[in-house]
């Protein structure tokens, strides 16, 4: 799938939070989208996955985004949330929840839908979990229980908005580890510059609702582009082509 957006701009009251982006999304790649609280991230994602009408121009595989079929979409673009859901639903429900997409109205899960959840579950090591309460889990289980509920919607692409927020760094880790091995494109927004560095393949860098710079993470994550980003000094060391941010 190839994602491209043009001169995307969004106002928010008399804010503008979007102001002329462009950028492009294609292939089986990590996208990070890096840049302080307020400077557009979130917003840009919630232009690609449908949330805001688009101001500019929006295009998936040469289509404009506006004339694609939503149910088309929703089966080949998933997104991962920061919010759980609040009703007091069981693992293998939420995670089931994910084929919403291929199901008729009024018609229960098929046995295709069981299988898919199945296999996911077990993949993600959420098996053993499919029967407690999304509530009773901790937050590094809540979380591969929203990136299992994306996995079983078999889309070409992930969306995730800060996915490691409240996180201790082994289910960072195992998260950051779980989209790698993901078959299709992801696009993220990260504050955590080394994950940036480590698994990221393209980096965006926003500030102010523009790109200020794009490319390679050894490109991207140097000192000069990352103080001007975050208005602060963040020393980055290149070491053999691996990054170590001094935060």
């Not at 480590?198 to 000192?223: E, H, W």
Request: contains cysteine; aromatic residues 8%.
């Amino acid at each position: 799938m190839r994602i491209e957006v043009s001169n995307l701009s969004f106002s928010a009251g008399n804010k503008r939070i979007l102001n002329g982006v462009s950028a492009v999304f294609e292939g089986h790649r990590i996208y990070g989208i890096i840049g302080p609280n307020g400077c557009g991230k979130t917003t840009l994602l919630r232009h690609i996955y449908r949330q805001y009408p688009v101001h500019g121009h929006i295009r998936v595989d040469g289509q404009a985004l506006e004339s694609c079929a939503a149910r088309d979409y929703a089966r080949r673009v998933a997104v991962m949330m920061q919010s759980y859901p609040e009703a007091d639903l069981r693992v293998a429900e939420v995670v089931q929840s994910g084929r919403y997409p291929y199901k008729r109205v009024m018609v229960p899960y098929g046995r295709e839908d069981e299988a898919i959840t199945e296999q996911v579950l077990r993949q993600t090591q959420l098996w053993d979990l499919r029967k407690r309460r999304i509530h009773t889990l901790s937050g590094g289980e809540r979380q591969r229980v929203m990136i299992a509920r994306c996995l079983v919607q078999e889309p070409e692409v992930i969306i995730l908005d800060e996915p490691t927020n409240h996180l201790d760094i082994r289910y960072r880790l195992e998260l950051m580890e779980t989209l790698r091995a993901f078959d299709g494109m992801v696009i993220m927004t990260l504050h955590e510059l080394n994950l940036a560095a480590r698994y990221c393949d393209f980096i965006y860098a926003m500030k102010d609702g523009r790109i200020t710079a794009s490319g390679l993470p050894v490109n991207v994550l140097q000192p000069e582009i990352l103080n001007a980003t975050f208005d602060t000094t963040i020393p980055a060391i290149d070491h053999g082509g691996e990054i170590f941010i001094g935060v």
